[in-house]
T-cell receptor, first 115, second 122 residues
Framework: AQKITQTQPGMFVQEKEAVTLDCTYD???????LFWYKQPSSGEMIFLIY??????QNATEGRYSLNFQKARKSANLVISASQLGDSAMYFC????????????FGSGTKLNVKP | GAVVSQHPSRVICKSGTSVKIECRSL??????MFWYRQFPKKSLMLMAT?????????EQGVEKDKFLINHASLTLSTLTVTSAHPEDSSFYIC??????????????????FGAGTRLSVL
């Protein structure tokens, strides 16, 4: 069975500082994909970053980077130079190999960026 | 690229009426689309997987006669909430998976989401 765990229900960060949002996962699939999405208060889910389980390097997309530690089964999202517009819910998700369609979502982390 | 349009964004209806929500992939073809439901301050709950040209696959506990899904083309899936009741009030959000062709994000089979529909049943 697949499982995604986000242990931080809420986080605060000062504007312009970096913040790490935790995500751990559990799967027995030999390959899988890990995703982070941002959900502002308006509701849309915005894709941020993807990490494949066989990718040799950690994924980066602008101010977002994914700290992928395969042995520890963690895929933490790092946001550098936080901006007020980063305040939102952040969801970690996983897609396995055998049930390619199904995404498993974590419970989310509410990030508040303080001016 | 990879834009998914969902309409309407908000709907208020009377109990007993049916509501149709549309989900369109605007710049890519999606053989597979997904419908999720989200309760306040909760994560997304997959309701069903919509397959173009065939019947949808529903998750356990989701009433297929209540939530009718049609995926008539490679760019459009619809969710109809039939005989809506107040307990159906929720945030419904769709996503689309690309065909897995191409490079970059298209090759990673990322799900791209619509903006969601907030349904309120009076």
């Amino acid at each position: 069975a697949q499982k995604i765990t986000q242990t931080q229900p809420g986080m605060f960060v000062q504007e312009k500082e970096a913040v790490t949002l935790d995500c751990t996962y559990d799967t027995s699939d030999p390959s899988y994909g890990l995703f982070w999405y941002k959900q502002p208060s308006s509701g849309e889910m915005i894709f941020l970053i993807y990490q494949g389980s066989y990718d040799q390097q950690n994924a980066t997309e602008g101010r977002y980077s994914l700290n992928f530690q395969k042995a520890r089964k963690s895929a933490n999202l790092v946001i550098s130079a936080s901006q007020l517009g980063d305040s939102a819910m952040y969801f970690c998700a996983m897609r396995g190999e055998y049930n390619f369609n199904k995404f498993y979502f974590g419970s989310g982390t509410k990030l508040n960026v303080k001016p | 690229g990879a834009v998914v349009s969902q309409h309407p964004s908000r709907v208020i209806c009377k109990s007993g009426t049916s509501v149709k929500i549309e989900c369109r992939s605007l710049d890519f073809q999606a053989t597979t689309m997904f419908w999720y439901r989200q309760f306040p301050k909760k994560s997304l709950m997959l309701m069903a997987t919509s397959n173009e040209g065939s019947k949808a696959t529903y998750e356990q506990g989701v009433e297929k006669d209540k939530f009718l899904i049609n995926h008539a083309s490679l760019t459009l899936s619809t969710l109809t909430v039939t005989s809506a009741h107040p307990e159906d009030s929720s945030f419904y959000i769709c996503s689309a998976r690309d065909l897995g062709l191409g490079t970059g994000n298209l090759a990673k089979n990322i799900q791209y989401f619509g903006a969601g529909t907030r349904l309120s049943v009076l």
